[in-house]
């Protein structure tokens, strides 16, 4: 898993994804949460530590569908 916040890529690890916008976008390949994203998702410690307020997610996948 890959994260891009503003101009570069955020390298913080380990990120559990239970209970996340990444968990979505596990399920749906897809994800947008146009704005309150942290109030959504409160349970996100990472999410929460930051200013976010909208969420996109997108699933690259190798051509078999797999992560």
């Not at 146009?34 to 929460?48: E, G, H, I, W």
Request: with cysteine; proline share 6%; hydrophobic share 40%.
């Amino acid at each position: 898993m890959a994260m891009w916040s503003q101009e570069s890529f955020n390298e913080r690890a380990p990120y559990f994804v239970e209970a996340t916008p990444c968990q979505q976008v596990a399920h749906l390949t897809k994800f947008f949460v146009p704005s309150q994203v942290r109030q959504k998702f409160p349970n996100d410690k990472q999410l929460a530590a930051t200013c976010a307020e909208s969420y996109l997610g997108i699933a690259i996948t190798a051509s078999d569908g797999s992560f």
